[in-house]
């Protein structure tokens, strides 16, 4: 029966010699037999073209990550530490080419024939004919599998502009109680804060991540609205949402953020840091600073640990006398606490030994650590490079069923427009109406008194309805705290009890 399986076979392959080796190929491995019928009489075999002789070999590779993605593409070349691997992105259709190191890779899988569909792709198999209830299935999902609840529902945020005033709590809230309201499984947060400082020794505006001194002074602003990442997500949501820190640019307080989830990812010129020189800041008494300096320095550790991260990697972020190195092991990483000894081991900060002048001067310094992609991935604090939305979605293995929901882009947008306001009436209202001059007859002094209580009551509703966003205006257009404006209107009140017509 084999032999003249072959014969039929050869028969329908004709001259396609390369066609005609398949079908003897599947003959003598068995398979051929499974075109026959129960009784033993021949069935309709079907038609083998070159294209799937070409096909067979041609299958893809699958490679399975440890965080649960599944990649079907092609090995475009491999070392010890290193898989190079070509796919396509399903939701976008966009090519690439990443590197994935070995440590991250679950398995990989060489010319599989049929890469099994993920839970949420339509099943492409056809039904087996002798079904009843059987029916073509098509290749494209429909319209109506594509608005199923299979559907993963995201919820971006963008963090831009300054950390503590466009970036603080208070639309940050609005924006996860929205995320809440729209039922997001995932959140995604984006940032690239603003950064650019006056360098008082070259004389210039820098945006240097390394210089010291405005970074660390923003912790307090982190500890601030580091709840609402935090805990109020944990007691308000019911199902907890998967949260993502996609950063550009975190410098300052911004820093401290993505600590706050075990998913960071990074565009490939992002940049963390700028919480230098805990170790060089605050003057006075030796003992009182000491432990000013080792309570802030225990204080952002802790935020580290919370959240899955060595703390060692902070006090490199945050100390210049810290000397911190790391070398690979198995899947982590080892971190060192000294200069390499071994060529296997990488220093991250030296305590500015290897600094020029010039380079300190510029703000290109080793003195403390700046994470970048490449440095993140090394020491496994970032998991992936990834520049647009597309391509971060398949990176997080989501491509295929993202709903993009809300409009946080409208919130923050509008609570800096309000911030912008809110500034200009703090500059009118102290600057003029809350300084009225006391003047004139009893009436016009009355009135007088009357508008300057007016003008600080308004001060006061704005500072309560933006909170520590407006510290920095506060302190550049000297607006004493609260406790001070309410003295300042109780001696207006006294005045005008006292006053005589």
Do not use: C
């Amino acid at each position: 029966m084999m032999k003249s399986t072959i014969t039929r076979l050869a028969a329908l392959a004709g001259q396609h010699a390369a066609t005609f080796a398949v079908a003897s190929a599947f003959a003598f491995t068995g398979l051929a037999t499974s075109f026959a019928g129960a009784a033993g009489t021949a069935m309709p075999l079907p038609t083998l073209t070159l294209s799937s002789v070409i096909a067979v070999a041609d299958e893809p590779d699958v490679l399975i990550l440890r965080d649960g993605r599944e990649i079907i593409g092609k090995v475009v070349a491999e070392t010890d530490a290193v898989v190079t691997f070509k796919g396509k992105s399903k939701g976008s259709g966009i090519e690439f080419t990443n590197d994935y190191n070995r440590a991250d890779i679950l398995s990989l899988k060489k010319g599989v024939s049929n890469p099994a569909p993920k839970q949420n792709e339509p099943n492409k198999t056809e039904p087996k004919s002798d079904s009843p209830a059987a029916a073509p299935v098509s290749a494209e999902p429909s319209v109506q599998s594509e608005a199923s609840s299979d559907k993963d529902k995201v919820y971006i945020v963008k963090l831009t502009g300054e950390f503590g005033s466009d970036i603080s709590k208070i639309p940050v809230r609005r924006a996860i109680e929205e995320a809440k309201a729209k039922n997001a499984e995932t959140l995604i947060f984006h940032i690239d804060n603003k950064w650019e400082f006056y360098n008082a020794r070259t004389g210039e505006k820098s945006t240097s991540a390394t210089l010291i001194g405005p970074g660390i002074n923003q912790l307090l602003q982190f500890e601030d609205m580091s709840p609402v990442f935090s805990d109020e997500i944990q007691q308000s949501w019911k199902k907890q949402p998967r949260i993502v820190f996609w950063v550009k640019q975190a410098l300052g307080g911004a820093a401290f953020l993505p600590f706050m989830s075990r998913e960071i990812y990074m565009t490939s010129d992002g940049r963390m840091g700028g919480i230098g020189g805990l170790d060089l800041i605050m003057q006075g008494n030796r003992t009182v600073v000491e432990k000013q300096r080792s309570l802030r320095l225990a204080h952002a550790q802790g935020w580290a640990i919370k959240g899955g991260y060595d703390p060692r990697i902070v006090s490199a972020m945050m100390v210049v006398e810290y000397v911190l190195s790391y070398r690979p092991v198995g899947d982590g990483v080892e971190f060192i606490e000294r200069m390499p000894e071994t060529s296997d081991e990488v220093n991250l900060t030296d305590a500015g030994e290897s600094d020029t002048t010039a380079e300190s001067v510029r703000g290109r310094s080793k003195a403390f650590l700046t994470i970048t992609p490449e440095t993140g991935r090394a020491i496994r604090v970032v998991k992936d490079i990834a520049d647009t939305e597309d391509e971060l979605f398949f990176k997080m293995g989501i491509e295929r069923r993202v709903e993009v929901v809300g409009r946080s882009d409208q919130i923050m947008k509008s609570w800096s427009s309000g911030l912008e306001r809110a500034t200009k009436d703090l500059r009118r209202l102290w600057g003029e109406e809350a300084r009225t001059p006391i003047e004139g007859n009893y009436e016009q002094r009355r009135a007088a008194r009357s508008k300057r209580i007016r003008a600080i009551e308004q001060i006061q509703d704005i500072f309560k309805r933006f909170g520590n966003a407006l510290n920095d205006a506060r302190q550049e257009i000297e607006i004493p705290a609260d406790p001070e404006l309410n003295t300042i209107k109780e001696q207006i009140r006294i005045a005008q009890q006292q006053d005589r017509r």
